[in-house]
C-alpha cells in the first residue's frame, strides 16, 4: 500500500534552516505530482510547494526565494528545504502524492486533490 513518511522537522531559531524528507513506497514514485502542506493551529492545511513528474516545482508566494522542494527518484525520497525560516513557518508539515494531477503542475494543487498523505512533522520556529 501508499505509504509516506515524514522526517526532519525540528525546532529552530528565526533565519535558521531545516530539510524535511518525505519517504514513499507502494507506487510508483517518479509518475505522480508530489507536494508539501503546512497546518498551523486552527487554520487551514496550506499547499507550499509541489513537483510534478517532470521534476518542475511550484511554490507559493510566501516560501518563494526560501524553500526547495526536490526529488529523488532513484531513492523515492521528497525534500523540502527550508531556509531563511520565520516564526510564521511553524505549523506540522505533512508530504502528500496523487497520480492524477498530470505531469506538468502549474498551480499548487489543493489538500483535496491529493489522495495520499504521511503523518506529518512539527517545525517550530522560534523569534
Known amino acids: 500500500q501508499v505509504q509516506l513518511v515524514e522526517s526532519g522537522g525540528g525546532s529552530v531559531q528565526a533565519g535558521g534552516s531545516l530539510r524535511l524528507s518525505c519517504a514513499a513506497s507502494?507506487?510508483?514514485?517518479?509518475?505522480?505530482?508530489l507536494g508539501w502542506f503546512r497546518q498551523a493551529p486552527g487554520k487551514e492545511r496550506e499547499g507550499v510547494a509541489a513537483?510534478?513528474?517532470?521534476?518542475?516545482?511550484i511554490y507559493v508566494d510566501s516560501v518563494k526565494g526560501r524553500f526547495t522542494i526536490s526529488k529523488d527518484n532513484a531513492k523515492n525520497t521528497l525534500y523540502l528545504q527550508m531556509n531563511s525560516l520565520k516564526p510564521e513557518d511553524t505549523a506540522m508539515y505533512y508530504c502528500?502524492?496523487?497520480?492524477?494531477?498530470?505531469?506538468?503542475?502549474?498551480?499548487?494543487?489543493?489538500?483535496?486533490?491529493?489522495?495520499?498523505w504521511g503523518q506529518g512533522t512539527q517545525v517550530t520556529v522560534s523569534s
Open positions: 507502494g507506487f510508483i514514485f517518479s509518475s505522480y505530482t
Open positions: 513537483i510534478g513528474a517532470d521534476g518542475r516545482p
Open positions: 502528500a502524492a496523487d497520480p492524477y494531477l498530470g505531469t506538468v503542475v502549474r498551480r499548487i494543487p489543493r489538500a483535496y486533490e491529493y489522495n495520499y
